[in-house]
């Protein structure tokens, strides 16, 4: 029997999202900066507020590399960089970077967060929206650890890429039987997807800032906001001076 409730709820828990996102974004974002990763799904800025577009090839190069979003309109690239460095980005240059659902894709998330905030001026802000494990494919997977980004960060991320391309294909694709594993994992390896190399749940990713925070050497940064949004928390730090 159709549960109406239940198919309601599935249709209208993306518009929410998109609200809940909007309303975060109206409260922090002001002057210019950066979106990272944007593609078909640009964030609609507050009035007043210039954004520049930030993803790993120009716009053209993006459409081959993703051939499902040939038909659908992608944002123009402005600054083609590598959005884990943002090499191309001066120092303390933005009022602001943004990036949905970006992070769990980064290999060496402590690195690529103290760029984020190394890009913003003090007072500046970055703005994440990232899925909570526990609503995802990821939901069967064992959480990040503080420690494993952390050694992936001093030790370099290489180190465990093989594990995360396996725990994906078992884990989140439920593949099964060795040879079929290996067989999925030697493909998207070979493809170098870009698969949720981490995941979180709320406890945890809330973990790894509070660490991060008090991290010897590291930009020093508050806690401006942190909320539930549906499938996936949005967090707003704010650079200090």
Known sequence: MLDLRRLAKKLVTPFRQYLGRLTVIDRHLRGSGLEIGALQDPMPMPKGVKVRYVDIAPTEALRRMYPRKARRHLV???????????????????????????????????GTLRNLLRVVRPGGVVYLSVPDMRHTFDRERTPTSV???????????????????????????????????????????????????????????????????????????????????????????????
């Open 147 to 241: 420690e494993h980004v952390l050694r992936d960060h001093e030790q370099g991320p290489a180190g465990s890429r093989h594990e995360h391309y396996v725990e994906v294909v078992r884990d989140a694709m439920k593949v099964e039987g060795e040879a079929a594993i290996a067989t999925a994992v030697a493909d998207l390896e070979t493809k170098d997807f870009r698969i949720h190399f981490h995941c979180w749940s709320q406890t945890g990713f809330l973990q790894l800032l509070t660490t991060l925070q008090t991290r010897s050497g590291y930009p020093r940064f508050e806690l401006a906001e942190f909320v539930a949004n549906e499938r996936e928390m949005v967090v707003v730090l704010r650079r200090l001076g």
């Open 76 to 110: 123009p690239v402005d600054v083609v960089d590598d959005g884990e460095k943002l090499g191309t980005i001066a120092d303390g240059s933005q009022d602001f970077v943004a990036a949905n659902h970006f992070f769990e894709h980064c290999e060496d998330p402590v």
